[in-house]
Structures are given as C-alpha cells and as structure tokens.
C-alpha cells in the first residue's frame, strides 16, 4: 500500500498550495501533475477553500505566505 491506503498504481494527492492572495489552489499528485484552480470570486474561493479543507489529508495542505 501507498500513501493514504493507496496502491502503489493509482494516483493521488501529494500536496495542495493555497494562495489567498490570488484566489488560486495548486493541486500536485505524486505522478508529477499539477492543476491549478483559480477563482473568479471571493465567494467561489472560500468554497474551494472548504472543500480543500473537508477532503484533503491535513499534511497535504500549506499556504503561501502573504508578504
């Protein structure tokens, strides 16, 4: 088994960096693949934001800092 009770075969969630300046989440699996989710809206961000926070293992999740 891999990380988090996955197979060492299937792809998941490695790291998830959110920028709360920008309103973007960057989402990188453990195959090299990085997403990007930018938000339009205070509104949409902060949805993002929980379900990031709901669903992403604790020691998957950093913030960029704002200065």
């Given at each position: 088994?891999?990380?988090?009770?996955?197979?060492?075969?299937?792809?998941?969630?490695?790291?998830?960096?959110?920028?709360?300046?920008?309103?973007?989440?960057?989402?990188?699996?453990?195959?090299?693949d990085?997403?990007?989710?930018?938000?339009?809206?205070?509104?949409?961000?902060?949805?993002?934001?929980?379900?990031v926070?709901?669903?992403?293992?604790?020691?998957?999740?950093?913030?960029?800092?704002?200065?």
């Amino acid at each position: 088994m891999g990380y988090a009770g996955h197979s060492m075969e299937e792809e998941y969630l490695s790291r998830c960096v959110v920028d709360t300046v920008r309103r973007t989440v960057h989402i990188y699996s453990n195959e090299g693949d990085k997403k990007t989710v930018e938000c339009d809206t205070p509104e949409e961000f902060i949805s993002v934001l929980n379900y990031v926070r709901e669903h992403a293992p604790v020691d998957t999740v950093s913030y960029v800092d704002p200065i």
